[in-house]
T-cell receptor, first 113, second 114 residues
Framework: DTEVTQTPKHLVMGMTNKKSLKCEQHMGHRAMYWYKQKAKKPPELMFVYSYEKLSINESVPSRFSPECPNSSLLNLHLHALQPEDSALYLC????????????FGSGTQLSVL | DAKTTQPPSMDCAEGRAANLPCNHSTISGNEYVYWYRQIHSQGPQYIIHGLKNNETNEMASLIITEDRKSSTLILPHATLRDTAVYYCIVRGAFSSGSARQLTFGSGTQLTVLP
């Protein structure tokens, strides 16, 4: 199984809502990532988890809160988002956190109203 | 990490070889060249990577010039399903923190024409 599964595929939320994005992999990878991709732009790194611990936070606003409950799961908790946070949120995993061969999910398309 | 320069778009006829260039003139000795692609509405997909030697796998070939300042990704027989944005990324193997993570540039939109 070389898949990274993300749910939901689409999400619409208001600025006062709290929602969570979920990501799962069963490849035994020890590193997991969140990327954000605005329309017609390249993906931008948000967070890196290595061995279930947050190792990199690319100065992401606190309204985005990552969580890694175990080695197979990665969540991104969303609270009080702004319309400009509307984007495709991509999860990825890799064997180690050296940024080598990453496996990406298909993403969650988020719209903030 | 060294920056890369890619043409914004390219066309290729179906069944012909697609040659996608990438310039990385400031690459340093321990930096690898990676290629990913992103088909519309999907996440990026790893294609291939190399350091000095040319590399080939079931998806593509990677040709790196001797001075390592540029490279070419070759899709030998392009199909319509190869239409995607192709990203050339240079990444340091021994960097730490954010520097050793993948940083995507603007990429090349390859359109395979029937």
């Amino acid at each position: 199984d070389t898949e990274v599964t993300q749910t939901p595929k689409h999400l619409v939320m208001g600025m006062t809502n709290k929602k969570s994005l979920k990501c799962e992999q069963h490849m035994g990878h020890r590193a997991m990532y969140w990327y954000k991709q605005k329309a017609k732009k390249p993906p931008e790194l948000m967070f890196v988890y290595s061995y279930e611990k947050l190792s990199i936070n690319e100065s992401v606003p606190s309204r985005f809160s990552p969580e890694c409950p175990n080695s197979s799961l990665l969540n991104l908790h969303l609270h009080a988002l702004q319309p400009e946070d509307s984007a495709l949120y991509l999860c990825a995993s890799s064997q180690w956190d050296r940024g080598e061969k990453l496996f990406f999910g298909s993403g969650t398309q988020l719209s903030v109203l | 990490d060294a920056k890369t320069t890619q043409p914004p778009s390219m066309d290729c006829a179906e069944g012909r070889a697609a040659n996608l260039p990438c310039n990385h003139s400031t690459i340093s000795g321990n930096e690898y060249v990676y290629w990913y692609r992103q088909i519309h509405s999907q996440g990026p997909q790893y294609i291939i990577h190399g350091l000095k030697n040319n590399e080939t796998n079931e998806m593509a070939s990677l040709i790196i010039t001797e001075d390592r300042k540029s490279s070419t990704l070759i899709l030998p027989h392009a199909t319509l399903r190869d239409t995607a944005v192709y990203y050339c990324i240079v990444r340091g193997a021994f960097s730490s923190g954010s520097a050793r993570q993948l940083t995507f540039g603007s990429g090349t939109q390859l359109t395979v024409l029937p």
